[in-house]
């Protein structure tokens, strides 16, 4: 089981409530990963289960969440979802 943590920052907190259920839906039911916002350190964790059958999943997630912090809308940001080979 692998595991990832993507620090939100204050000026996205926000964003990240009202934008919850868009970013948690393609994470679940796409990449098969188990998600979870942790309050105490204001930071969205991920990681894999019995289930998640890409190998690449737990850094593509990574890095949707990443982007989304960094300001991109959900749209956007999905796309980094679709890309295989992207870097």
């Excluded at 930071?43 to 999943?57: C, F, L, P, Q, Y």
């Excluded at 912090?69 to 959900?74: D, H, I, K, N, S």
Aim: glycine share 4%.
């Amino acid at each position: 089981v692998e595991y990832r943590r993507v620090r939100c920052p204050p000026h996205r907190y926000t964003p990240l409530r009202e934008h919850w259920e868009q970013i948690l839906t393609p994470l679940v039911e796409f990449l098969k990963l188990q998600v979870r916002f942790n309050t105490k350190t204001r930071s969205v964790e991920m990681k894999t289960s019995r289930h998640t059958i890409d190998t690449g999943a737990l850094q593509k997630g990574a890095d949707f969440v990443s982007a989304f912090m960094l300001g991109f809308e959900v749209q956007d940001a999905v796309a980094l979802l679709r890309l295989d080979d992207l870097y």
